[in-house]
């Protein structure tokens, strides 16, 4: 059986990985902007030698890919694979110009990811409570998912960047790193029913964040209206999981 420690450094190892894959969306930068050098090459491979003394540290995963995949329960390999897939789909969403199209194609790939954690959660936990909660959130995001795929069907990115377009992506970037981070630190409970907690907070956390960002620079009626139905549903949910937490720690 692998240890907590062991099995962090796998799961963050992951989100190394799908942090490398989404920065290969954004735009090529000229050859002066990408050159690394000798300095910097040496740090990473300072800092791949010490990862294993500090969970946090960047960590060169090259070379320990294959063991980190063994050392990997078969849940924690779902939820990994899961949110690889949830950021690769947000990031398209991130790239449009129109603040309404982006939010209705980010949130998108959100709910998605929602649904696939759920599901996960289904498979392997077993807690009453957060079996109930992951059902209710496949019920109500496959709904949501249905409405935005349906208002993307009918509508087309801005030809050129809005006066909000650049603060708008800001904040959407802002929140995914928040996000991500507290999400891979939270699936890599080595409990099933914890690490769907503590991974799905995060999560919920992000939604709430979005719709704020989607009520700020949004203007299309229906795509307020679900961004605040959303923090609606999920504030009420965020506190539950808060509250479940709390009561297994005790």
Known sequence: MITDH????????VGTITALLLSA??????????????AEVTEVETQAATAEASPHANHDMS????SDDASMSAMHQEYSASMTKMHEEMMVGMSYN???????????GHHIGAVDM????????????MRKLAQDIIDAQQSEIATMKSWLANHSDAQAPTPDTEDMQKDYADGMDEM??????????????MAFARGMLPHHVGAVDMAKVQLKYGKDAEMRKLAQDIIDAQEPEIKQMENWIDRQDT
Request: a negative charge; proline letters at 6%; one cysteine or more.
């Open 118 to 129: 759920a599901k996960i959660q289904l498979k392997y936990g077993t807690d009453a409570e």
């Open 25 to 38: 969306c954004q735009p090529a930068k000229n050859e002066a902007e990408v050159t690394t050098s000798d």
């Open 6 to 13: 062991k099995l962090r450094l796998s799961v963050i190892a």
């Open 180 to 193: 991500h981070e507290d999400m891979m630190e939270g699936i890599a409970d080595p409990r099933p029913d």
């Open 63 to 66: 070379a320990d890919m294959a």
């Open 98 to 108: 129109d603040p309404d199209m982006a939010f209705a194609q980010g949130m998108l």
